[in-house]
């Protein structure tokens, strides 16, 4: 990104760019998901927390999941085809990896979501800070690798064309509306 005085939020225009600010978004919710574990031992499960549980929830079952559906759905294929022979065992191992972790994240995500929505209903206030790092670690693995291999991988191998269909795409599956 070019530099500049005047600090402008990537756009479905730059998605590469917008991959990467959801990390930084992703991030966000995982501090407040700590901040969350810091607060119910004092407070329970009051309005502040019972908000917090459901922006985080909210988060992680909209964003979170178009997140993967751009990088499984759009950015993988794409990179893979465009990828030559001999480097292409290197990325599909990468690929590989990805796509295993996102299982294993969305198995996370099922057992935390389980949680946050007793305490969005103020049913529970079981969130512990060990259970928290837990996820929070597992995300922070899985961002690092994105961002310090995946996105150099479709930065050098994305074309103009390809990274305009990205941003359609990313666009597209927004407008739709959610399902279920």
Same mark, same amino acid.
């Given at each position: 990104?070019?530099?500049? =005085?005047?600090?402008?939020?990537?756009? #479905?225009?730059?998605? %590469?760019?917008? =991959?990467? $600010?959801?990390?930084?978004? &992703?991030?966000?919710?995982? *501090?407040?998901?700590?901040?969350?574990? $810091?607060?119910?031992?004092?407070?329970?499960?009051?309005?502040?927390?019972?908000? $917090?549980?459901?922006?985080?929830?909210?988060? #992680?079952?909209?964003? $979170?999941?178009?997140?993967?559906? *751009?990088?499984?759905?759009? &950015? #993988?294929?794409? &990179? @893979? !085809?465009?990828?030559? !022979?001999?480097?292409?065992?290197?990325?599909?191992? @990468?690929?590989?990896?990805? %796509?295993?972790?996102?299982?294993?994240?969305?198995?996370?995500?099922?057992?935390?979501?389980?949680?946050?929505? !007793?305490?969005?209903?103020?049913?529970?206030?079981?969130?512990?800070?060990?259970?928290?790092?837990?996820?929070?670690?597992?995300?922070?693995?899985?961002?690092?690798?994105?961002?310090?291999?995946? %996105?150099?991988?479709?930065?050098?191998?994305?074309?103009?064309?390809?990274?305009?269909?990205?941003?359609?795409?990313?666009?597209?599956?927004?407008?739709?509306?959610? %399902?279920?």
């Amino acid at each position: 990104m070019a530099e500049s =005085l005047i600090s402008v939020a990537p756009s #479905f225009e730059t998605p %590469l760019e917008m =991959l990467e $600010a959801c990390h930084g978004r &992703l991030q966000g919710q995982l *501090d407040t998901l700590a901040r969350l574990a $810091a607060w119910l031992p004092e407070h329970g499960a009051d309005a502040q927390a019972r908000q $917090a549980a459901s922006a985080v929830m909210r988060y #992680f079952d909209l964003a $979170a999941v178009n997140h993967h559906m *751009d990088e499984e759905d759009d &950015l #993988f294929p794409v &990179l @893979l !085809a465009r990828v030559d !022979a001999e480097r292409r065992p290197q990325l599909q191992a @990468l690929v590989d990896w990805i %796509l295993a972790d996102h299982q294993r994240m969305f198995a996370a995500w099922a057992q935390m979501h389980e949680r946050l929505a !007793a305490i969005a209903q103020g049913e529970g206030e079981e969130l512990s800070a060990a259970q928290v790092e837990e996820f929070a670690t597992r995300y922070r693995q899985h961002i690092a690798r994105e961002e310090g291999e995946l %996105l150099p991988w479709a930065r050098e191998l994305l074309n103009e064309a390809d990274v305009a269909a990205l941003g359609e795409t990313m666009t597209a599956r927004r407008r739709q509306p959610p %399902l279920g």
